[in-house]
């Protein structure tokens, strides 16, 4: 007749033991990915919100812009539509999007915090030196990782987006 044999607790606790190191061995890694993943989504955001003003402008032959304002302590953008000279609307579905505060984000822009696309697509007011946003991570530099990203917009309405 044949004995039935479990595990012991030692080898049990061994298991667990090992178990729990590898996890909190990766945590580091995995909250970094976590960190790189949040930091893209907002330059992303970004990015897409642009893509969509001169989109917008292009399709409907009226001026859309894409401004930043700081609220409440954070950064924000919305999509906006001009009804009527000077004045702007939001339009549906185009924000406030809030920047996480964990990011030092910069706007380097040429007509305050905004960027306006005319009906033909093209930049209005448009500065070579002035045509950038920036997401920087302070945990990423000081892990020595990509920490910024930076979305580029041109005259001709194109738009770039880099990771340094």
């Known amino acids: ?6 595990f012991t607790l ?3 606790v061994i298991v667990l033991a090992i178990l729990g ?30 893509e969509t ?3 917008q402008a292009a ?14 302590g954070a950064w ?13 609307v939001v339009i549906a579905g185009g924000g406030p999007k809030r920047v996480a505060t964990k990011f030092v984000f910069t706007a380097n822009l040429p007509a305050g915090l905004a960027v306006v696309f005319q009906a033909t697509g093209f930049v ?4 070579s030196t002035k045509n950038s946003v920036t997401v920087e991570s302070p945990k990423l530099q000081r892990l020595g990782e990509l920490y910024r990203r930076t979305v580029l917009f041109y005259a001709g309405g194109s738009i770039r987006y880099v990771k340094s």
Do not use: C
């Open 1 to 6: 007749m044949s004995q039935v044999r479990g």
């Open 10 to 12: 030692i080898e049990l």
């Open 21 to 50: 190191a590898v996890m909190f061995l990766s945590f580091p890694s995995f909250s970094n990915s976590m960190e790189v993943r949040a930091l893209d989504n907002t330059a992303s955001e970004i990015l897409m919100a642009m």
């Open 53 to 55: 003003a001169k989109w």
């Open 59 to 72: 399709a409907t032959a009226l001026d859309h812009r894409l401004r930043f304002a700081l609220e409440g």
């Open 76 to 88: 924000t953008f919305r999509l906006e539509r001009e009804t009527s000279p000077g004045t702007w």
């Open 124 to 127: 209005s007011g448009y500065d």
